[in-house]
């Protein structure tokens, strides 16, 4: 079966610093990835995917980056991070085409003083 | 293009009680309609989803939902919730060739 591993659980990181979040996963091979951010009181937002090794895609503009180094890796980056950047980060991978849905890491909180 | 609107923010019940959760999408093709479930400080969860096929789907937990494509809605029902369902629900859509959309979710408050 699928398993989904973040790390950092909890960071909490000073403003202008630096950010790399992990994600990894298990019993799957070339997964569409993807990271989601939930800022207090408000509901998932994507910020990038991946379909494959090198490939991203984001989907909002901001100080935050993506890399697929491996095929089964995805890591979340910042070179400074701003007070925004609070939050619950999700890694998510989708499953077969056939099922269509996505299965969600257990997440990373974050906080940014 | 797709969207989805989850009505309620919260939606507070009594314990024992039925609950419904309003989901409601529009989209000009086929859609795959999902429910997940994120209890406090942890990942997103499967409860049900709808691909095709029968319009009352069974979920995880005791939930059920049902398709229906007339009024593109697919609410989520429970005949009688326990405390151990407080949590946030998300309601998502996707279509084919195109991302999974999200509700904003609605937070289930179960009180005693």
């Known amino acids: 079966s699928q398993t989904i591993h973040q790390w950092p659980a909890t960071l909490v990181q000073p403003v202008g610093s630096p950010l790399s979040l992990e994600c990894t996963v298990e019993?799957?091979?070339?997964?569409?990835l993807y990271w989601y951010r939930q800022a207090a009181g408000r509901g998932l937002q994507l910020l990038f995917y991946?379909?494959?090794?090198?490939?991203i895609s984001s989907e909002v503009p901001q100080n935050l980056s993506a890399s697929r180094p491996q095929d089964r890796q995805f890591i979340l980056s910042s070179k400074k991070l701003l007070l925004s950047d609070s939050g619950f980060y999700l890694c998510?991978?989708?499953?077969?085409?056939?099922?269509?849905?996505?299965?969600f890491g257990p997440g990373t909180r974050l906080t940014v003083l | 293009a797709q969207s989805v609107t989850q009505l309620d923010s919260q939606v507070p019940v009594f314990e024992e009680a039925p609950v419904e959760l309003r989901c409601n999408y529009s989209?000009?093709?086929?859609?795959?309609l999902f429910w997940y479930v994120q209890y406090p400080n942890q990942g997103l969860q499967l409860l049900l989803k709808?691909?095709?096929?029968s319009t009352l789907v069974k979920g995880i937990n005791g939930f059920e939902a049902e398709f229906n494509k007339s009024q593109t809605s697919f609410h989520l029902r429970k005949p009688s919730v326990h405390i151990s369902d407080t949590a946030e629900y998300f309601c998502?859509?996707?279509?084919?060739?195109?991302?999974?959309?999200w509700g904003a979710g609605t937070k289930l408050i179960i009180k005693p």
């Open positions: 998510a991978l989708e499953g077969t085409r056939k099922s269509n849905e996505q299965f």
């Open positions: 989209s000009s093709v086929s859609v795959y």
């Open positions: 991946s379909v494959g090794i090198g490939q």
């Open positions: 998502a859509v996707k279509a084919r060739n195109y991302q999974l959309i």
């Open positions: 019993g799957t091979s070339n997964p569409n």
């Open positions: 709808y691909l095709s096929g």
